[in-house]
């Protein structure tokens, strides 16, 4: 009786998308019903392990900009490279000769985030703590310099894995 009512008051797809999710009664199948673009997929993989990640490696920064490094400023770099994560991927989910080529993702975002790092230094936006390993040659810190490359391959990978399922 309530889904009947419900269908006949359904107007504005907006409607229709929440009586959708009620139907489904799973994530995984309105997922699969949906089909969102693969770089969502990849974006939203990306955003979840870069806060993680921040996290993890925060106690390897004194400071953001001179003051304390804060849940929401974890937030925001978290963001930030997850959409990083998701400009790189693009030519690999569009451009045949890439499909095959995904482990560039790593080299290329190893290479950007050896350039925001030293963007970041340079500015001094944040600054290294004594316990954060440096890479010598090139004198950025070990988990920010794999960071970018190793989530971007590892999203892009787990987004292949799940393609066929709920990906478009």
Avoid at 27 to 53: D, E, G, Q, S
Avoid at 74 to 95: E, H, K, Q, V
Wanted: aromatic share 18%; charged share 15%; glycine share 4%.
């Amino acid at each position: 009786m309530l889904s009947t009512c419900l269908k006949e008051s359904v107007i504005f797809s907006d409607i229709i998308f929440t009586v959708e999710i009620i139907k489904t009664k799973s994530a995984i199948n309105f997922l699969k019903k949906i089909k969102f673009p693969r770089i969502f997929y990849i974006f939203l993989l990306a955003f979840i392990m870069n806060f993680i990640w921040e996290n993890l490696h925060s106690f390897l920064y004194l400071n953001y900009k001179g003051g304390e490094i804060t849940q929401f400023i974890l937030l925001r770099a978290s963001l930030f490279d997850a959409l990083l994560i998701a400009i790189i991927s693009l030519p690999f989910l569009y451009f045949e000769f890439l499909k095959n080529k995904a482990w560039l993702i790593f080299i290329i975002g190893i290479a950007v985030a050896i350039f925001n790092e030293w963007y970041g230094l340079s500015t001094l936006r944040w600054i290294y703590s004594s316990n954060m390993p440096i890479i010598p040659i090139i004198k950025t810190g070990l988990t920010p310099t794999l960071q970018i490359g190793l989530l971007g391959y590892i999203s892009f990978k787990i987004t292949t894995f799940f393609q066929n399922d709920f990906i478009r």
